[in-house]
């Protein structure tokens, strides 16, 4: 099995669950907020409808553009995205949303795909009006984000996968998606399987089993659906998908796997990559939230930045 695919997959699911906040071992610049900040930002909680009728949870917090809409991964949630919705909506308006199937969003889907994933964010965006938007989808949000941004057009200034897509031109056999799936089944509580995959070695103990105590006793049945849908999207779309995109895209990501930027501009000729070391998967949004953040912001004001020097 490809290291590239089983991470997407694995450490996309140990990153976390349905219900909860993230654990934060650091939050850098968030932790001198005092309560009485927090609960003067005003967030809106509110409700937007999929193209199939699905209802989209999504929180809205910050004013000032571009748009930074955040798109979580394989059975998460918007909570992953944890201190960086308030730390971020410090200087832009951020939007953070449940995908149908996930946190607080409608599972009456009938067809768990990538492009209905790409529906429910474009269901949030058209909900708010948004025309200045940059899409960060986290792990399988990657994919998720792509679709949303050939639906939105020109709205969108760019698009930042956090932790996604290290070698565009590997594959998922049937065999491997089957192996894949049996092991989330037999593993989703484990929590050495937890560490090995969403953390690096050094992670706090604290983290795992934060981890593991948000673990539902059984996982969702319809994930797994979505699981082959991605495979599927994967093996036949990303590539034209990626191929089509004119806006610029970067990625922020571990170096669990490395990055074959070569590979990705053949399709993305803008593509840049910001790795950041010794996190693991999940610890990329829990462990250096304000290095994450900074790294974010200096992308976003680059495709600002293109998007003055187009016109």
Partial sequence: MSRDAMSLLLLACVAGCDAGEPATETAGEAATETAAERAAAPM???EARSADGVPIRFDV????????????????????????VRTLSRTHRVVALDLAGHGGSGVERSEWTIDAFGEDVVAVVDQLDLDRVVLVGFSMGGAVV??????LGDRVLGLV??????????????????????MF????????????????????DSLVRRL???????PHEH???????????????????????EVPVAAINTTRVPTDVEAIRRYAPSFTVDTMHGVGHAGILE?????????????????????????
């Fill in 44 to 46: 809106l909680d509110a």
């Fill in 61 to 84: 917090l910050g004013s000032g553009e571009p748009t930074l809409v955040l798109v979580h991964g394989w059975t998460n949630g918007r909570w992953i995205w944890g201190e960086h």
């Fill in 146 to 151: 792509l679709e949303a941004a050939e639906r």
């Fill in 161 to 182: 996968f956090v932790d996604t897509f290290h070698d565009p031109e590997q594959r998922v056999t049937v065999a491997e998606a089957v192996q894949m799936e049996a």
């Fill in 185 to 204: 089944r037999a593993n989703l509580r484990d929590t050495a399987f937890l560490r090995a995959f969403a953390y690096s070695p050094d992670a706090p």
């Fill in 212 to 218: 593991h105590q948000r673990m539902p006793a059984e």
């Fill in 223 to 245: 994930w797994f659906p979505a699981m082959r849908a991605l495979f599927a999207w994967l093996d036949t779309e990303f590539q034209p998908t990626l191929q089509r995109i």
């Fill in 287 to 311: 462990r250096r939230i304000d290095d994450f953040d900074a790294r974010l912001l200096a992308i976003v004001a680059r495709f600002a930045s293109t998007e003055a020097g187009g016109r």
